[in-house]
């Protein structure tokens, strides 16, 4: 009987902990598994001149810890589309699908919708194009996530506050044919600024920031290629709570979206300096929850994993992990040399002088099949420049072997089903703790914030 009421008092106190989150952070690392965390803090610590595993991100000393099984309806290996379905809107569906069910029968309705419903503003923000998967499945209702042109028109139709992401993949449909996009939005009550103090001094009831025309609408630049007019998540996000602000409350959700996109080519030191920006916006939350400490709840989490990636050098050799930090430029400066003719000589001194790395006798029996099977025409010296094909497999080699001699060793250029990461603090913050599915998330937010999910 004893152990009955104890029992009963701790189950009423662990759910009357909190009264209601009223301010609701939820940040996506777009493939940030455990390997990318790891990683990250374990070259922040070398940085540091300290212990692995002890240089910190801003999330990972979050008092709630979870971990989240991402599987979809259709695999085992998640896309953004049916994990950001499954964390948005609390089912499964096929991959692909943009918050619909599995048969793309049915719409479904997402936290945020939720949420709107109950008088919180909403925004969502991106570091790649908003129309783009994750940032799709708060707001559309689509079969698929490709469909660009109607997943924008979804946006326009939302009615949410506030929108930032790099633009839109296709703003005039697939055919380039259809109404602009932006004349749709406006049409509906939004103002589009194209730059950060624009988007300070607007006094638009809804607003949408996108990148300078003169960017490219598909994302901001990587973090470890930034300009300083370039766009960080920690601005995105201030300027977010700054218009977002008000006495009913709101749901904000900020997306690393490229932390994925480096994991694909196998980039560990692009991906490192992606993790340490959205840990930078994090952060900016942090400080907003340290001024509203009861009515905030910030959740950390991940949609997939991706490059299956592990800790090691990938061949028991010795790891340099400060040659994260030496990477000056990402796969994608890479990718572009590739484009133009280069000679073996020149394409070592480029990698000493923009990965940072030294070739050694294993990377250069590497480097020099990779050249050899890519050059067009057979070099008759080390000094002959050569036009390379198939230079994107070559630039994806290239990564993988730069990242594995930095401590950065990845299995796969794709996904993958491996559980990931959820951090959280504040309002209802305990309900995020141990094993879930991503499909618990939006019901544990309703439960913190005291919305009844049907
Ligand atoms: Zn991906």
């Given at each position: 009987?004893?152990?009955?009421?104890?029992?009963?008092?701790?189950?009423?106190?662990a759910t009357?902990?909190y009264?209601q989150a009223?301010?609701v952070?939820l940040?996506i690392?777009?493939?940030?598994?455990?390997?990318?965390?790891?990683?990250?803090?374990?070259?922040?610590?070398?940085?540091?001149?300290?212990?692995?595993?002890?240089?910190?991100?801003?999330?990972?000393?979050?008092?709630v810890?979870g971990f989240s099984t991402t599987?979809?309806?259709?695999?085992?290996?998640?896309?953004?589309?049916?994990s950001g379905t499954a964390f948005a809107c609390g089912s499964k569906t096929?991959?692909?699908?943009?918050g619909?069910n599995?048969?793309?029968?049915?719409?479904l309705t997402s936290i945020a919708y939720r949420l709107?419903e109950k008088?919180y503003?909403?925004?969502?923000?991106?570091?790649?194009?908003?129309?783009?998967?994750?940032?799709?499945v708060f707001?559309?209702?689509?079969?698929?996530?490709?469909?660009?042109?109607?997943?924008?028109?979804?946006?326009?139709?939302?009615?949410?506050?506030?929108?930032?992401?790099?633009?839109?993949?296709?703003?005039?449909?697939?055919?380039?044919?259809?109404?602009?996009?932006?004349?749709?939005?406006?049409?509906?009550?939004?103002?589009?600024?194209?730059?950060?103090?624009?988007?300070?001094?607007?006094?638009?009831?809804?607003?949408?920031?996108?990148?300078?025309?003169?960017?490219?609408?598909?994302?901001?630049?990587?973090?470890?290629?930034?300009?300083?007019?370039?766009?960080?998540?920690?601005?995105?996000?201030?300027?977010?709570?700054?218009?977002?602000?008000?006495?009913?409350?709101?749901f904000?959700m900020?997306?690393?979206?490229?932390?994925?996109?480096?994991?694909?080519?196998?980039?560990?030191?692009?991906?490192?300096?992606?993790?340490?920006?959205?840990?930078?916006?994090?952060?900016?939350?942090?400080?907003?929850?340290?001024?509203?400490?009861?009515?905030?709840l910030?959740v950390?989490t991940?949609d997939?994993?991706?490059?299956?990636?592990?800790?090691?050098?990938?061949?028991?050799?010795?790891?340099?992990?400060?040659?994260?930090?030496?990477?000056?430029?990402?796969?994608?400066?890479?990718?572009?040399?590739?484009?133009?003719?280069?000679?073996?000589?020149?394409?070592?001194?480029?990698?000493?002088?923009?990965?940072?790395?030294?070739?050694?006798?294993?990377?250069?029996?590497?480097?020099?099949?990779?050249?050899?099977?890519?050059?067009?025409?057979?070099?008759?010296?080390?000094?002959?420049?050569?036009?390379?094909?198939?230079?994107?497999?070559?630039?994806?080699?290239?990564?993988?072997?730069?990242?594995?001699?930095?401590?950065?060793?990845?299995?796969?250029?794709?996904?993958?089903?491996?559980?990931?990461?959820v951090?959280a603090?504040?309002e209802g913050s305990e309900l995020f703790r141990g094993k879930m599915d991503n499909t618990d998330i939006p019901k544990k937010i309703a439960k913190a914030t005291k919305v009844e999910w049907k």
């Amino acid at each position: 009987m004893k152990r009955i009421l104890i029992f009963t008092v701790f189950a009423l106190s662990a759910t009357l902990a909190y009264s209601q989150a009223k301010y609701v952070f939820l940040f996506i690392g777009d493939g940030m598994g455990f390997g990318a965390v790891t990683l990250t803090e374990d070259y922040l610590a070398a940085r540091q001149g300290n212990e692995p595993g002890s240089g910190t991100l801003t999330f990972s000393t979050f008092p709630v810890t979870g971990f989240s099984t991402t599987y979809s309806a259709s695999s085992l290996v998640t896309c953004s589309a049916a994990s950001g379905t499954a964390f948005a809107c609390g089912s499964k569906t096929r991959n692909g699908r943009i918050g619909m069910n599995a048969d793309a029968t049915e719409n479904l309705t997402s936290i945020a919708y939720r949420l709107k419903e109950k008088g919180y503003k909403v925004g969502i923000t991106t570091s790649v194009s908003i129309d783009h998967a994750t940032p799709a499945v708060f707001y559309a209702h689509q079969a698929s996530r490709s469909m660009y042109y109607e997943i924008a028109q979804d946006l326009a139709k939302s009615g949410f506050d506030f929108f930032s992401g790099a633009g839109f993949v296709e703003p005039l449909g697939k055919d380039k044919r259809q109404e602009s996009i932006f004349g749709l939005i406006e049409k509906n009550g939004y103002a589009v600024v194209r730059s950060l103090s624009d988007c300070k001094s607007s006094t638009a009831p809804k607003l949408l920031l996108l990148q300078p025309d003169s960017k490219p609408q598909t994302a901001y630049p990587y973090a470890i290629d930034k300009s300083s007019d370039d766009y960080t998540l920690a601005q995105t996000t201030a300027l977010a709570i700054e218009k977002l602000q008000n006495g009913k409350g709101f749901f904000l959700m900020v997306e690393g979206g490229k932390i994925d996109w480096a994991s694909h080519d196998n980039d560990a030191g692009s991906m490192v300096r992606e993790v340490i920006d959205m840990s930078e916006a994090v952060k900016v939350a942090l400080d907003f929850y340290r001024k509203y400490p009861k009515q905030t709840l910030i959740v950390v989490t991940a949609d997939h994993e991706t490059g299956g990636l592990g800790v090691g050098s990938g061949a028991g050799g010795s790891i340099d992990i400060l040659g994260l930090g030496k990477q000056k430029a990402s796969v994608d400066k890479l990718a572009q040399r590739l484009k133009d003719a280069t000679s073996y000589s020149e394409l070592k001194a480029w990698l000493a002088e923009n990965m940072g790395i030294t070739v050694s006798y294993g990377d250069e029996i590497l480097l020099r099949s990779l050249f050899a099977a890519s050059a067009k025409s057979k070099p008759s010296s080390d000094d002959t420049p050569c036009t390379l094909k198939n230079s994107g497999e070559m630039t994806r080699s290239i990564m993988r072997m730069v990242s594995a001699k930095n401590g950065g060793s990845y299995s796969t250029f794709d996904h993958t089903g491996t559980m990931v990461p959820v951090y959280a603090i504040g309002e209802g913050s305990e309900l995020f703790r141990g094993k879930m599915d991503n499909t618990d998330i939006p019901k544990k937010i309703a439960k913190a914030t005291k919305v009844e999910w049907k």
